[in-house]
């Protein structure tokens, strides 16, 4: 609201010009005070008149005047009031009323309302995204599947427009927070005060049973154990016996019984799972609903794995012995599900381990090829020919690179066109330190996702990434910045061409050269580390301790990935990008197509369309945006709980290129419930972020002083220039024509 309280005007320009201007009048009626012919006085006055007027605006021209407006007014500071409407809103507390409902109580209490009468007060509601609320729609409904309180804070401030008015943010809520950026940081970065009223009490958890993760190795084989890890929290039902299933479709694959503990303690289930079905399997983890619960919602989980014929054969090539070689054998032999098989070059005709005639053999039966640091021998001619043939028909390729290899380069040898990246020939090493990350892009990809997501406390199948209470997403490390020494030695001249080629792991430094690159060739998937001196990274990175072993799990999850044979799709290849979701999670899909000649295709129209599940909505077909050469990415929105299928399809100029389909699951388990405990810890750092104050509701006129501030004084002063304008001119033109002619007609000198 407005309220003007003065206007005042003024005149200025040059007053000696000003003041000529009665003295023109004087002199036009002492020249008219007498007429040859004579006229009658009224036609006198009139021709006065006119030549009064041309002159007046003359001067005034010549003055130029500016006319002055000054206004004051009050303005009201503007509210923005951001009310929590997540399922979480919906716990009852100890007073047996809803979070909600006592939200609800404070803010049509009259004495809120007057606290508020100084503002103009925005109202919006929020879950997962946030909508403008009249006041008298207010009421204690919540919905959504998860809480973005970045998105809200966003949106609302985004909507609003011009934040020079804005007196602050009033944020009601529980604290929960599970969807979208940090909020934390972004209340640093946006110039606006957050007041921030903490609902539920964070101290207490009501009575709930979930399954907080599940651990399930991402592969294994048919007829053998594989290791199945459930976790599940409890409160308010100690020494309660419940049921765990486990089941696949409609089979029960097992069940037993588990004595809960309560006081939130969290419970390890080993389960041993068989399986005698190679392909992809979909687990469900349930524990039985017991009366009284929060929600039953999260009882359940998903898992993913991908069931194998067999142990992955391994063959190992490399180029002489080194201790790379050495180091990358024994992490690969350690895993009981690979079976390897090692060979080094000695000459032309005979290699350590036996002769060529064995090796080609080998070949035949290997799914996966490590080349180690291999010379120009191994990387052409008929090794280098059977190695890219072995790739094409569906094999995996990984290439570890290495003094041998690129200082030698030679971009037209067999292996160097499998790889997805392009090098200079001789590339060569760079002798210089250099810190290592996680690329962005390569985050979500199956060979380093397990290594992140155990480095943020996350788990697989339960699904995703789930921050800790009070702990701000910005706190959360990556592993290899944090962990690994700095690398000696790797190539500073790359770039990636193949379609759908996909960072992993890149130089933390300024130039974000990539080091290990994951891609595919036909049939068959490469991935290739343009680097040397791993072993020492490990050798550094665990010290004389038994802490993680990055390089190591990482070289084992990439021949697990590379083993898994592409099936040919044509020129559009689609995927999720993970198999398994949370009610509540954004559902990512990624598709490369390649034009005819298997180059990566740009400015290709890519959509995906959605199909299956109970989601009612009208965005089930999505458009995909480019995210680098031949690859597009787009997604959909929290979903709810379902099996789903997609179709891909691209085209270009209108002429359609191809199609892919694909599938995933989103588990009964929704974002919210997986931890709906109140986490005012986080309000309290989001307060200080943005230099406003943090309280409990019950203690909401501790605000009083900064929501009542008296309104603010604006003065506008407006200007108004008379001599600017365009029709001046003109309209002394007319005034004199007119008395010219009047004069003419009644035959005036």
Known sequence: ?????????????????????????????VVYGQSRPPVSGRFRWLLQALRWAAVGLLLALVAEP?????????????????????????????DGNRRITQVLEVLHSA????????????????????????PDTLSAATAGRATNLTGAISTSLSETGDLSGVLG???????????????????????????????GAPDRYPADIQITSVHLPNGGYTGRALPLEVRIRSWGYEGRLVTLTVSEGEQTLDERPVELTGKGQTQQIAIDLKSQEAGPHIYRMAVEAVPGELTDRNNQALAFTHILQDRIRVLVVAGGPTPELSFLQRSLAADSTLTVTRWVYRDSRELYGGQLASLEADLQTADVIVLVDPGPELMDGSLGEAFKAHTAGGGGLLFVGGPRSLNQ????????????????????????????????????HPVVRPIHDNNQGGGTGAGGFSRPAGVAAAALTDPWAERMPPLSGRVSAVEVEASGAIVLIESAAADRTPVIVAGSYRRGRVIVALASGFWRLDLLASGSGDGPRPIRDLWRNAVKWLSVKEEPTGRVRASAERHVYRGGE?????????????????YAVVTASLSGGDWVSADRTIVLSPMGPGRYRGQWPGLPEGEYSFTVDAQIADVPIGSDAGE?????????????????????????????????????DQLRKRLMRPPRLVAENRQISLWGH??????????????WLARKRHGML
């Not at 320009?13 to 003041?19: D, M």
Request: hydrophobic residues 50%; contains cysteine; aromatic residues 8%.
């Open 111 to 134: 004495d809120f309302q007057n606290c508020l009468s100084r503002t103009q007060v925005s109202h919006w509601g929020f879950a997962e995204g946030a909508h403008r609320l009249e």
């Open 664 to 700: 995933f699951s989103v588990a009964a388990t929704t974002v919210e419930s997986a931890d709906v405990r109140a986490d005012h810890g986080l309000l309290r750092e989001i307060a200080a972020a943005s230099q406003g104050e943090y309280h409990p509701l019950r203690e909401w």
């Open 586 to 602: 954004e559902v990512g899909v990624v598709a490369e197509v390649q034009d005819e000649l298997m180059r990566p295709q740009e």
């Open 409 to 444: 380069w030679d971009g037209n040898a067999s292996v160097a066109s499998v790889l997805p990246v392009s090098l200079p020939p001789g590339v060569g090493l760079v002798p210089e330190l250099t810190p290592l990350a996680l690329a962005v892009e390569g985050r979500t």
């Open 66 to 94: 500016v006319f002055s407006l000054l206004s004051k007014r009050a303005m009201r500071p503007r509210l923005l009031t951001l009310v929590d409407l997540s399922p979480s809103m919906s716990v009852v507390e100890e």
């Open 169 to 199: 943010i009033l944020l009601i809520s529980d604290g929960g927070h599970n969807l979208g950026e940090d909020p934390v940081r972004w209340a640093e970065e946006m110039g606006v005060p957050v007041f921030a009223l903490g609902v």
């Open 726 to 739: 365009w029709w001046i001119g003109p309209l002394v033109i007319g005034f004199l024509a007119t008395e």
């Open 1 to 29: 609201m407005t309220e003007w309280l003065d206007i005042s005007a003024g005149l200025g320009g040059h007053w000696l010009y000003i003041l000529a201007i009665p003295a023109a009048f004087l002199f036009v009626h």
